[in-house]
């Protein structure tokens, strides 16, 4: 841990759990489950967000998933 560095802490952090997810067999990305960018849509639409919020720690509005969903393609 680099408590002078929290970002680099939390990169190495993230790093760490993707390895993890792909050792027991675990898709990291889209991608791998055969999901593409052109399917987000239809994923933001099973979610049925709409004006409301998701979450607890961190409240995301329907563009906060979409952005996540475009970074896991």
Do not use: C, W
Not at 55 to 68: A, H, S, T, Y
Request: proline share 4%; no cysteine.
């Amino acid at each position: 841990m680099d408590f002078q560095n929290p970002e680099i802490t939390a990169k190495k952090g993230i790093q760490r759990y993707e390895q993890f997810l792909t050792s027991i067999g675990m898709p990291i990305r889209f991608s791998q489950l055969g999901a593409k960018a052109e399917d987000i849509p239809q994923m933001l639409k099973v979610l049925n967000i709409g004006d409301k919020t998701i979450g607890f720690f961190v409240k995301l509005n329907e563009d906060d998933v979409r952005k996540i969903y475009e970074l896991a393609v």
